[in-house]
């Protein structure tokens, strides 16, 4: 089950068991995942606001990507490039992230990632993994 695979690219690698982002859902037709990642305050870079650094918004991003490929291509496929675009502060208890698998090769794959704060759109991401090996 896609879900199933999701739920297992959230865990590994250690980083990601560290994050926390929690696997939602995995939609075969759509090529998309969904994953959520629930505020702590180290993930802030304001002491005592809720506002997710760049940093976690774009490591989000990136497990996202990968996870959309990993998904749907069935094996770990690392990051070769990475472009995040901030478009509004991320300030909420959730950080939702909506990956898309876009294209699918035999060397390499595309994905675009969208994340969120409740209905607000933040950031935007687009992601290059190696489907090599």
Do not use: C, Y
């Amino acid at each position: 089950m896609l879900t199933d695979r999701l739920r297992e690219e959230m865990t590994r690698p250690p980083f990601n068991e560290w994050l926390g982002p929690v696997a939602i859902e995995a939609d075969e037709v759509e090529k998309r995942i969904a994953v959520e990642l629930p505020f702590r305050p180290e993930f802030s870079h304001q002491t005592g606001a809720t506002v997710f650094h760049g940093g976690v918004i774009a490591a989000l991003a990136d497990i996202t990507g990968h996870a959309a490929v990993a998904v749907f291509h069935g094996a770990v496929t690392p990051t070769i490039s990475l472009s995040t675009e901030f478009l509004a502060p991320a300030i909420g208890d959730r950080l939702r992230a909506v990956g898309r698998l876009r294209k699918k090769g035999r060397t390499i794959a595309r994905a675009d990632v969208d994340l969120f704060v409740g209905d607000r759109l933040v950031a935007l991401a687009r992601g290059t993994f190696s489907t090599k090996g």
